[in-house]
């Protein structure tokens, strides 16, 4: 970052600033991130920002997300190449190391990072939103859309959404998992298309990718290993069970407890059938509406 800003000249420092929102995404990592984001973009409403992704895939597709501007980019490192010195970032991604970081808070004039982590702090020259933390420059919440909140009926009683990525193919490898369910299987955006016939095959039912909110609103229990699919389903009414994937770090976990979300550790199917048998008797915690909270924040440390 540091090195970029020695190219900067006298037009750079007179441009108005922009904001920039960066999410790390893609086969090999998700769209949790790009979901969280987008939803915050569309609570913050008109105000002029571009979506920064790890993938352009993910990237042409944002409009259908509500989000207008929205650019790929191939390493974290390239975000210089398009921002200027002074501009504004959010930034949610574990992409950077300390050195980055610190580099980061130099050279754009707001830096506000999204984290998981309950061990995590703030640090100087930066703001943050978390999920365990509070305290000046911090905004302790997470971000689940309007949309959730909206209750409609359950139709569908018991759907799986193993992530939207699957590179090693383990939803696969753990079929055994939900042996003998009657089980939905939402489909993943980075699935490969002969792979998702494989899927398609070995589940009664299933919703394309393109329904994923439909599914969210419609499920009366979800299996999910996605965290924000969780926090979605809990909002829209459902009961959701948190698989834990060995891929993924545990960084929910506190959260989801507090919550009194199941979780399930190496596919323990005899662990999934208690949860099962007990689940409409269990009282899940209400989930908090907080993205607007996370929008006045934002909005407020951005001057907008």
């Known amino acids: 970052m540091s090195k970029v800003i020695a190219y900067e000249n006298s037009s750079q420092k007179n441009a108005s600033m922009k904001t920039y929102y960066?999410?790390?995404?893609?086969?090999?990592?998700?769209?949790?991130?790009?979901?969280?984001?987008?939803?915050?973009?569309?609570?913050?409403?008109?105000v002029d920002i571009t979506l920064l992704c790890s993938d352009y895939r993910i990237a042409q597709i944002a409009r259908g997300f509500g989000v207008k501007n929205a650019l790929g980019l191939d390493v974290v490192?390239?975000?210089?190449?398009?921002?200027?010195?002074?501009?504004?970032?959010?930034?949610?991604?574990?992409?950077?190391?300390?050195?980055?970081?610190?580099?980061m808070r130099e050279y754009f004039s707001t830096f506000i990072r999204v984290s998981d982590k309950k061990e995590d702090k703030k640090e100087k020259n930066e703001?943050?939103?978390?999920?365990?933390?509070?305290?000046?420059?911090?905004?302790?919440?997470y971000a689940i859309d309007e949309k959730y909140f909206q209750k409609e009926p359950k139709s569908t009683r018991i759907s799986y959404f193993f992530g939207d990525d699957d590179y090693e193919k383990d939803l696969q490898k753990h079929f055994d998992f939900l042996e003998g369910l009657e089980v939905n299987l939402q489909l993943g955006f980075y699935y490969f298309l002969d792979y998702e016939e494989e899927l398609k095959k070995k589940f009664s039912s299933h919703y394309?990718?393109?329904?994923?909110?439909?599914?969210?609103?419609?499920?009366?229990?979800?299996?999910t290993a996605s965290p924000q699919a969780v926090l979605e389903s809990l909002a829209s009414g459902g009961k959701p069970i948190?698989?834990?994937?060995?891929?993924?770090?545990?960084?929910?976990?506190?959260?989801?407890?507090n919550l009194n979300i199941p979780i399930i550790e190496d596919y323990n199917?005899?662990?999934?059938?208690?949860?099962?048998?007990?689940?409409?008797?269990?009282e899940y915690y209400q989930v908090q509406h907080n993205s607007n909270k996370i929008a006045d924040f934002i909005k407020q440390n951005l001057n907008l």
């Open 242 to 257: 948190y698989v834990q994937r060995e891929d993924y770090g545990n960084s929910f976990i506190d959260l989801f407890e």
């Open 22 to 46: 960066y999410v790390h995404t893609g086969h090999r990592i998700g769209l949790d991130r790009f979901r969280r984001a987008a939803t915050i973009i569309r609570a913050l409403g008109d």
């Open 208 to 223: 394309e990718f393109e329904d994923y909110d439909t599914m969210i609103k419609k499920s009366d229990i979800l299996i």
């Open 269 to 282: 199917k005899s662990h999934l059938s208690v949860i099962l048998e007990t689940i409409d008797n269990r």
């Open 77 to 103: 490192r390239n975000i210089p190449q398009i921002s200027r010195h002074g501009d504004r970032l959010i930034f949610d991604s574990e992409e950077a190391n300390p050195i980055m970081l610190d580099d």
């Open 127 to 141: 703001l943050l939103v978390s999920p365990y933390l509070e305290g000046d420059g911090i905004c302790d919440a």
